[in-house]
């Protein structure tokens, strides 16, 4: 005679279910992973298991293997569980990311627990055990500090993005950095570029300054002030930390003010242009006449005659601009010549 006899295993802890599907249609959370005790030897996916919580996202299959080729198989089920937030936006970054998952963003394993990169990522979990995936989207957005949107100011400032750029267009133009120093007169209009194509709002600063100067009687003022004549004038910004981008004086180009001397002499009417960041000029009239040292001088014959000097006045000038007449009372000469 033969008896067949079979003795199965038992199991103490959280309810387990014989088939893939029913274990799917009862999963188990993070916060209450399940956790069983056998009273026989049991494999949990392939590893020995000894009852501890199971807390891995996917499908758990559970392997009781006995003699003569008796085999038991569960399955248990635990969702997946992440700090991370479906459809979410993040400023500057997403740190202390944890998942009982592998995670992928944007293709590329995450090899610490910080996504730094601004724009729109794809973070892609992926079971450890069982073909079981999910995918979230998310947004970093940038934070800007040290300047305020919309301000104007007129000293230097530096625009610092919080968070990992790809790049920043300034005035249209690619700038692959996260800071940028705006020390050229002007406004700026600053996009963020992120990946996956994302860019930011417009961000817009003005930067501006006055040209002042100050003239032989050290009278100070803004130049487009500036009326009187005088024999020199010192030009230069107000703050000296700003400028322009682009100088000319009298059709001469110049890289900044500095460049055109401490004193500015020429007589004339001097025409000072410049240009900021925009490209938008400004003209500034500048005018210096001469001075002369001695004797008074007169712009007509007339005034010159009716003024005339005596000799023993000694008249004299050192600037021949003007007019100017002796009344003769003596013969005289001068360099060897009869003078009349």
């Known amino acids: 005679y033969t008896y067949n006899i079979l003795k199965s295993e038992s199991y103490e802890g959280s309810t387990l279910y014989l088939d893939e599907e029913s274990a799917r249609l009862n999963p188990y959370s993070y916060e209450n992973a399940p956790s069983v005790t056998f009273n026989t030897q049991a494999k949990l996916d392939g590893a020995t298991y000894s009852g501890e919580t199971i807390k891995d996202y996917g499908l758990h299959e559970i392997v009781v ?116 120093a705006m020390n050229v007169v002007g406004t700026y209009e600053v996009k963020v570029v992120g990946t996956n194509g994302y860019v930011s709002r417009t961000y817009t600063y003005t930067q501006t300054t006055d040209i002042v100067f100050e003239d032989e009687q050290i009278n100070k003022g803004k130049l487009q002030d500036y009326q009187q004549s005088t024999s020199f004038v010192l030009i230069y910004e107000e703050n000296r930390l700003l400028r322009y981008a682009y100088y000319e004086l009298n059709g001469v180009e110049y890289s900044s003010l500095g460049d055109l001397g401490t004193k500015l002499y020429d007589v004339g009417n001097n025409i000072l242009k410049v240009r900021d960041v925009n490209g938008n000029e400004t003209t500034y009239n500048i005018p210096i006449v001469e001075t002369s040292f001695g004797r008074t001088l007169y712009s007509t014959e007339t005034e010159a005659r009716e003024n005339a000097y005596k000799y023993k006045a000694k008249a004299y000038a050192s600037f021949t601009s003007g007019f100017l007449t002796y009344e003769l009372n003596y013969d005289v000469t001068l360099d060897g010549e009869a003078y009349e």
């Open 65 to 180: 293997t006995g003699i003569n080729g008796y085999v038991s198989k569960y399955y248990v089920f635990v969702n997946l569980y992440t700090s991370i937030e479906n459809n979410a936006t993040y400023l500057e970054k997403i740190e202390n990311i944890f998942a009982n998952a592998n995670i992928e963003v944007d293709g590329v394993a995450l090899t610490s627990d910080t996504i730094t990169k601004i724009g729109y990522h794809t973070i892609r979990f992926t079971s450890k055990v069982s073909e079981d995936a999910q995918n979230y989207n998310v947004l970093i957005k940038e934070t800007v500090s040290g300047i305020v949107d919309g301000e104007t100011y007129n000293d230097e400032k530096i625009l610092v993005v919080n968070g990992e750029p790809e790049k920043l267009i300034v005035n249209g133009q690619d700038i692959n950095a996260s800071s940028y």
